[in-house]
């Protein structure tokens, strides 16, 4: 068994009853999306370009998820291009970025904990900092084992 299956089994072990599960479904994107939002509204150095620090944060977690799996990573290069273009997308509308993407990752947090007190165990990133990337992967490992797809 490769890393990324010992993180995806690890992982499900809490995330085992149908109601956090459906909780996890809408938090988790919802939260990655918030942390790009919140990461292309901050102002950064110009050799950013206008993607600023999200740019940063997303060279980073490429690498690290290429370190995982670089099929997964094709799959979350596709999710995080669609977060982008919601991202450009609530901006075009005139809404503030930084405060949608707060509002929403606090409401976003507050399911994901309720999710874990239906489920009685504790969040993974609590035993391990690197759940909090992991998550994402999970979901996207699920749709590529329905799919027929290898990770």
């Known amino acids: 068994m490769g890393r990324i299956d010992a993180l995806l089994n690890e992982y499900g072990e809490s995330h085992q009853n149908p109601t956090n599960k459906l909780v ?3 938090c988790v994107p919802v939260i990655f999306w ?3 939002a919140g990461l292309y509204a901050l102002p950064a150095p110009a050799i950013f370009g206008s993607m600023g620090w ?3 944060a997303l060279v980073l977690a490429l690498i690290y998820y290429v370190s995982l799996s670089p099929r997964l990573t094709v799959g979350l290069v596709l999710f995080i ?3 982008y273009v919601i991202i450009l997308l609530v901006e075009a509308a005139g809404f503030t970025i930084w405060k949608v993407a707060a509002i ?3 409401l976003a947090w507050i399911g994901q904990f309720w999710g874990h007190k239906v489920e ?3 969040p993974s990133f609590f035993k391990d900092l690197q759940f909090l990337l992991v998550g994402p992967a999970w979901l996207l490992g ?3 084992r329905r799919a027929g ?3």
């Open 24 to 26: 996890h479904w809408i």
């Open 34 to 36: 918030t942390v790009m």
């Open 54 to 56: 999200l740019l940063v």
């Open 81 to 83: 291009v669609l977060c």
């Open 104 to 106: 929403l990752f606090v």
């Open 120 to 122: 009685g165990k504790k």
């Open 142 to 144: 699920f749709l590529y």
């Open 149 to 151: 797809l290898s990770y």
